[in-house]
Nanobody, 126 residues
Framework: QVQLVESGGELVQTGASLRLSCAAS????????MAWFRQAPGKEREFIAG????????SVADSVKGRFTISSDGAKNMVYLHMNILKREDTAVYYC???????????????????WGLGTQVTVSS
């Protein structure tokens, strides 16, 4: 079972940058899809960005493309979400998730992820 722990969320002002971190443990020799999702109050949890653990292929949601990027450090078992030009609508709890890698088209499918962190709060204020 993969364990995930997020960190880095905080209160920032609009236009700021922030980096979220996800520490992963329990990984095996499988390839994994590692992803960030977020959930704002009253809204459904949504895919933000994902990365193929071994290959490094990334996918970013259109809603944040150009502002957010995802990266990983295999040596440290870390996944990062780099967020720039933050907006108030980026306010949410951000979750790290993992699943054994399948088709690239599956990376955005929330229902296929079976390992989740507890989340980290990002609040963007004006």
């Amino acid at each position: 079972q993969v364990q995930l722990v997020e960190s880095g969320g905080e209160l920032v002002q609009t236009g700021a940058s922030l980096r979220l971190s996800c520490a992963a443990s329990g990984l095996t020799n499988h390839d994994y899809h590692m992803a960030w999702f977020r959930q704002a109050p009253g809204k459904e949890r949504e895919f933000i960005a994902g990365i193929s653990w071994r290959v490094g292929t990334t996918s970013v949601a259109d809603s944040v493309k150009g502002r957010f990027t995802i990266s990983s450090d295999g040596a440290k078992n870390m996944v990062y979400l780099h967020m720039n030009i933050l907006k108030r609508e980026d306010t949410a709890v951000y979750y790290c998730a993992a699943k054994v890698a399948g088709l690239l088209s599956e990376m955005r499918n929330i229902h296929l992820y079976d390992s989740w962190g507890l989340g980290t709060q990002v609040t963007v204020s004006s």
